[in-house]
């Protein structure tokens, strides 16, 4: 390096030592740390929230924040008390203990109560002030077991979908205002997230039945045929329908049709794998997307409904109501794959020819439905 460069070099350190003492002087270097650390702050905040409204489940919610939460502080318990899904009148509770998931045996009858109260109120909250506020004993004795120190709401555009219960900290120290602060934040995320979950579940679900409905099943089915073309992943469908059930709701009444409704639906939904779809098609009609799957096991499945159905002992009134379905089905592959409308005409022609044949019977769709392939009870 030659003289030149060297005294310029001692020039350039010199004007930068000066520029840095005028902002620190003007207090402008304090100003541009906080702005740095506040864009890292936004930027992880961002990266949160991304993650937060990627899931797509409850549960995958309340692991994933439960996570963050135990990152930042560790409390002796952590209970989440959510409005379900489908149900705005029930609620779901779930509870961590030593950073483990663990049974609660919390019971809320009344949620409209702390729904109410949090509309009012609608941040977060000692444990100590909501006792005073709520001004009763009784609504407050529930969480005592849990040792809580701070309750914080989960809020969104239909009001109140729930609260977290926030256990007093390891060694008994109080939260930080940092560490509420983080709470809040996260917790707006957490929020809208929430609230979109509720709504698509709701809007996917028969509330009834508590299946997924008719709209649902009609994409899932485009979903798996779409799959069948890319992969040659061949499935089934199933359709089924409740016997005589006009009889029924005529004999017995419509209580009696809506708990025969359910019975059938609670049937199906333990008969089946977790990735195969359940839907109520309409009325006492039911249909069933079984995924990945060989030509028998469709057929299994079909039987294993029915005749579970069939042995039912159901009394009602002192009366002895009898209870089958019928089953039409189909076995989807390569060779024989077609439109979801045709599909559908398909294994309603199986099941037509179940109640041409004394009903109480399976049929899986084949060219020739005068030679059945199915069983048909005695």
Request: with cysteine; net charge negative; hydrophobic share 40%.
């Amino acid at each position: 390096m030659n003289i030149g460069s060297i005294k310029l070099s001692e020039t350039l350190n010199s004007n930068i030592l000066a520029n840095y003492e005028l902002l620190s002087n003007t207090g402008l270097l304090q100003y541009i740390e906080v702005l740095n650390h506040t864009i890292v702050d936004q930027n992880e905040l961002l990266n949160e929230a991304v993650e937060i409204f990627n899931k797509k489940t409850v549960v995958e919610l309340v692991n994933y924040i439960t996570s963050k939460f135990l990152n930042k502080f560790v409390p002796e318990t952590l209970t989440f008390i959510i409005q379900d899904e489908v149900n705005p009148d029930t609620v779901n509770i779930m509870k961590f203990m030593n950073l483990q998931p663990v049974k609660s045996s919390l019971e809320i009858d009344n949620f409209s109560i702390y729904k109410d109260f949090f509309l009012l109120s609608p941040t977060s909250i000692t444990f100590e002030a909501f006792e005073v506020m709520m001004d009763s004993e009784k609504d407050t004795a529930l969480f005592e077991s849990l040792n809580p120190e701070l309750l914080v709401p989960i809020m969104g555009l239909d009001g109140v979908y729930g609260f977290i219960i926030f256990g007093k900290k390891l060694a008994c120290q109080p939260f930080e205002s940092d560490e509420i602060v983080f709470i809040d934040e996260i917790m707006k995320f957490v929020s809208i997230s929430l609230q979109n979950i509720i709504h698509y579940k709701r809007a996917i679900t028969d509330l009834k039945t508590r299946l997924y409905n008719h709209d649902y099943f009609m994409q899932s089915l485009s979903r798996e045929l779409a799959r069948l073309k890319r992969h040659g992943t061949e499935f089934g469908v199933l359709i089924m329908d409740i016997d005589h059930f006009k009889n029924v709701n005529d004999t017995y009444g419509h209580v009696a049709g809506d708990k025969i409704i359910k019975l059938v639906a609670d049937t199906i939904r333990q008969a089946i794998r977790t990735d195969d779809i359940a839907a109520r098609f309409g009325g006492e009609e039911f249909v069933v997307l079984l995924t990945a799957c060989e030509y028998e096991f469709v057929m299994e499945v079909a039987e294993r409904i029915r005749t579970k159905i069939e042995k039912y002992k159901i009394i009602y009134n002192n009366e002895r109501v009898k209870l089958s379905i019928s089953v039409g089905g189909i076995h989807i592959t390569r060779n024989t794959i077609d439109i979801p409308e045709n599909i559908l005409k398909k294994i309603d022609k199986a099941l037509y020819f179940c109640k041409e044949h004394g009903r109480n019977c399976s049929k899986l769709y084949s060219e020739n439905l005068e030679n059945p392939q199915g069983g048909v009870s005695e």
